[in-house]
């Protein structure tokens, strides 16, 4: 396949096959190798929105993002998609985009160079907040090939609801973990099942699986209509507990605010908050601190935010080099219409950053207090219809 040619010749990321498959992805697959092979019609949208993106990314530097969009890395894939659509935003909204990857002074280069309408110049740096290790994505890849295991168990008379806890420190024996639980479903009785299943998941027999600190708890549920085929796992529970998305977000921050020394621009961090649970209400803790409350001595009680913020330390503002954050979570390819991108200004920017016209959503601190005026979504800005890509 060629990227680029000839006029006739459009550009593309992706293969010309036969695509025919309309399962869902597998636990195994990588993001882009699921796009590129399904035969879902939502896939071919999704597939039309990124070559029209690719299509405006600057000729010389194409092969190149062409390249990583294709890396069955999830995470070099993901940023480069995110880095992808962020062009294609800046060029919709009027915005020109100078140079990519720019070097500063310290050798190090931004992903954009950018240019408002009016003539404000900005650098514009993309990251992805997971708050995920090199050990904890060790540990999800085993997860995930265990629970590739239990989808590939044949179960025509029943669901299986599964519930995980823990993470394996060490790779699960797939084989004997599909093996064990392909007894146990051998040999349910549907009709006994069907009799006392009553619609409740605590009536069901449970399988039960441990190893390297993971947890299996299986339960099988009779189907209304028995039919061979397609995925055993339609239901999947989580452990409860305290969940941080902020940890994630202010890390990311920091790390980009960081990384580029003295600069002469206003520098605005994206960032992609992957967290399952994260949102916007996260991105304004981890800017400007947790949410506490302070309780006075006359017991009234106050809000305050504690000083941890990534741009609010405990004596001053810090990472002032972050002039503002473009946020959004969860973003993929699918998910495109799904998602709006706010934008939150640094008060104490040591390159303050103009009001640019992105034509999303802006939090600002106004008299003291983070105000907000609304903006599109990332549908309406890319023109997308109403339940893209279905």
């Known amino acids: 396949m060629r990227y680029e040619g000839s006029q006739q010749e459009a550009v593309t990321a992706f293969d010309d096959l036969a695509r025919e498959g309309q399962e869902p992805a597998s636990h195994l697959i990588g993001y882009f190798d699921y796009l590129n092979a399904s035969g879902r019609p939502e896939a071919a949208c999704v597939r039309a929105l990124v070559d029209e993106w690719l299509a405006d990314y600057p000729k010389t530097h194409r092969p190149e993002m062409i390249r990583r969009l294709r890396s069955r890395d999830d995470v070099l894939h993901s940023s480069s998609l995110f880095e992808l659509m962020l062009h294609a935003l800046l060029l919709r909204q009027g915005f020109a985009v100078l140079e990519i990857e720019p070097e500063l002074p310290n050798r190090r280069a931004p992903d954009f160079l950018v240019e408002a309408p009016d003539g404000t110049r900005f650098y514009l740096e993309a990251t992805l907040a997971s708050g995920m290790d090199n050990v904890a994505a060790g540990a999800q890849r085993r997860m995930r090939e265990a629970l590739q295991a239990i989808d590939e168990v044949q179960s025509p008379d029943f669901f299986l609801h599964l519930h995980t806890q823990g993470r394996p420190t060490q790779p699960i024996a797939v084989r004997r973990l599909r093996k064990a639980l392909q007894r146990f479903v051998d040999g349910l009785n549907y009709e006994q099942a069907v009799a006392n299943h009553e619609g409740d998941l605590a009536t069901a027999p449970i399988w039960e699986h441990r190893e390297h600190d993971a947890h299996f708890t299986i339960r099988p549920i009779p189907k209304n209509v028995r039919c061979a085929g397609g995925r055993a796992v339609r239901g999947r529970t989580f452990p409860g507990g305290i969940i941080h998305p902020e940890n994630a977000i202010r890390s990311a921050v920091i790390g980009k605010a960081s990384r580029y020394g003295e ?119 890319f023109n997308l219809p109403a339940g893209w890509p279905e």
């Open 263 to 381: 600069i002469d621009l206003p520098l605005v961090i994206a960032v992609n908050a992957l967290d399952e649970f994260a949102t916007i209400d996260d991105a304004i803790d981890a800017l400007f601190g947790t949410k506490a409350v302070l309780v006075r001595e006359d017991c009234e009680l106050r809000p305050v935010r504690e000083p941890d913020g990534a741009w609010r330390g405990p004596a001053s503002p810090v990472y002032t080099r972050s002039s503002a954050v473009l946020f959004v979570e969860r973003l993929s390819a699918w998910s495109v219409a799904q998602r709006s991108l706010r934008l939150i200004v640094n008060p104490w920017a040591r390159n303050p950053i103009n009001d640019i016209p992105l034509g999303v959503e802006v939090r600002e601190v106004i008299d003291g207090q983070l105000q907000t005026r609304t903006g599109q979504t990332l549908r309406e800005i």
